[in-house]
């Protein structure tokens, strides 16, 4: 028996591919839902492209067929446009509120005694489905179990003379651990557990010890030995894409912008450090600003400023004023420059990124469409970092297991051009480890 899946707005403006998604079943579109995709054609942003796209892919749909009576895709499911008539009715709800006519078209199949599934990426309206009896799911091609992420690196208990022979070897097998490329691996003594030793996967066969000219980044020094392995996969130009994830304060941003700095001021191994973030208030939107591009970004890049200016006194607080401005001339000269630049994510869409270090910071906002959208503009000899927090999504439609940031992680942690560490321990202060801990 075949399935009616019955999609919301929101699953297409998501992924607009979610069409044919779902194999040999019934693909239901409430004629609201095509209402909704044409309110968001005209954007400029992720949201109107797929709105278009999908728009697209109907018509050309509708030439082999009358999408009111179905038409069959190329999986083998059949495509339906269901149009709501006046008998379109759904006990307790205002028939008047778009998201309720579309779960009425659910309901409206149910009671005809067909296998529906609702789809939506919103909650609450999945939460209605449920209650009115209608079976209900998460669009989930695109997601990862969270709470079995790749970490980046695992504790391993050795004999004694297997951290003898790396220090010594500076590379030992590894027997029967199973690795990824670039993944870490602390090395513990079986009978002392204080001798110990960092590695890094050469390959799945081989273990070799940590590079010590990667130990530091613009004078700024690892607290942790999860920090430390960040800064080997920031500062080794074979690793071409870097993904950090971790609570605020764990010092993903720092960390990238220091060995962005090193490697294009000291190492001059890349011609400038480009810097973008998705463009999501927290709390209540400030509305429309003043000024030109640059103007208006310095608002939503300010966190980039202010670890900027933290870099700029060599990794040190401002003891006073003076030393305050100085360093915020440094910073203004960087930009000045153009060794630093801040980019909205709007205007990378398009671009062709050559020889550059580029940091996208609190990637968990973005799609998975728009990870591989970002990724996909890096030109030759050019370095991506994203970094993030899956705990601190603002997106309404995304959590931490569908985000770009951690599909990306799952996706990709086999590559030996990838790399990739979790941090756990908050650095920025003993206050912030608290809230990160504690609220």
């Known amino acids: 028996m075949r399935k009616y899946f019955v999609l919301d707005t929101n699953v297409l403006l998501h992924n607009a591919d979610s069409i ?5 079943n019934y693909v239901v579109l409430p004629m609201s839902v095509i209402e909704e995709l044409d309110k968001f054609k005209s954007r400029s942003d992720e949201l109107g492209r797929n709105a278009r796209k999908v728009i697209r892919d109907l018509d050309h749909l509708r030439c082999r067929g009358r999408l009111a009576e179905g038409v069959e895709m190329e999986n083998g499911g059949i495509l339906k446009i269901f149009t709501e008539g006046d008998d379109i009715v759904c006990p307790g709800l205002n028939m008047k509120v778009p998201d309720n006519r579309i779960l009425a078209v659910a309901y409206t199949l149910f009671k005809k005694g067909e296998k529906v599934i609702f789809v939506s990426k919103d909650i609450n309206a999945r939460l209605k489905a449920d209650a009115l009896g209608i079976g209900v799911m ?8 969270f709470d079995e992420l790749f970490s980046g690196y695992r504790e391993q208990l050795v004999p004694g003379k297997v951290i003898d022979t790396l220090y010594e070897k500076r590379e030992v097998e590894a027997d029967g651990l199973d690795l990824v490329p670039n993944e870490f691996v602390l090395l513990q003594d079986e009978a002392d557990p204080k001798h110990s030793a960092l590695a890094r996967a050469f390959n799945e066969k081989k273990l070799v010890r940590l590079n010590p000219q990667y130990d530091s980044a613009w004078q700024i020094r690892s607290r942790s030995k999860e920090q430390r392995m960040c800064l080997e996969l920031l500062l080794d130009p074979s690793v071409q894409l870097v993904t950090l994830v971790g609570q605020a304060g764990t010092g993903k941003t720092l960390l990238a912008l220091a060995a962005g700095l090193e490697e294009v001021i000291i190492n001059k191994r890349y011609e400038k450090i480009l810097v973008s973030r998705p463009i999501i208030p927290l709390g209540k939107d400030l509305g429309y600003m003043p000024g030109d591009k640059d103007e208006k970004l310095s608002h939503w890049m300010q966190p980039i400023f202010d670890n900027l200016t933290f870099l700029m006194g060599s990794g040190h607080p401002t003891k006073n004023r003076q030393d305050d401005d100085s360093m915020r001339n440094k910073v203004d000269k960087l930009l000045k420059d153009h060794v630093v630049e ?8 398009g671009r062709s990124i050559s020889g550059q270090f580029v940091i996208v910071d609190e990637a968990q906002n973005l799609t998975p469409h728009e990870v591989k959208t970002i990724i996909s503009r890096a030109g030759e000899g050019t370095k991506m970092v994203l970094t993030g927090d899956p705990y601190q999504i603002d997106n309404p439609y995304l959590d931490s297991s569908s985000n770009g940031l951690t599909y990306t992680v799952e996706r990709l942690k086999s590559l030996a051009i990838h790399g990739h560490i979790t941090l756990k321990k908050s650095e920025r202060s003993q206050l912030s480890g608290v809230a990160a801990d504690y609220l």
């Open 20 to 24: 044919s998604s779902f194999s040999d």
């Open 138 to 145: 998460d669009f989930e091609k695109q997601k990862v179990n």
């Open 342 to 349: 801040m980019e909205a994510l709007t205007y990378i869409r």
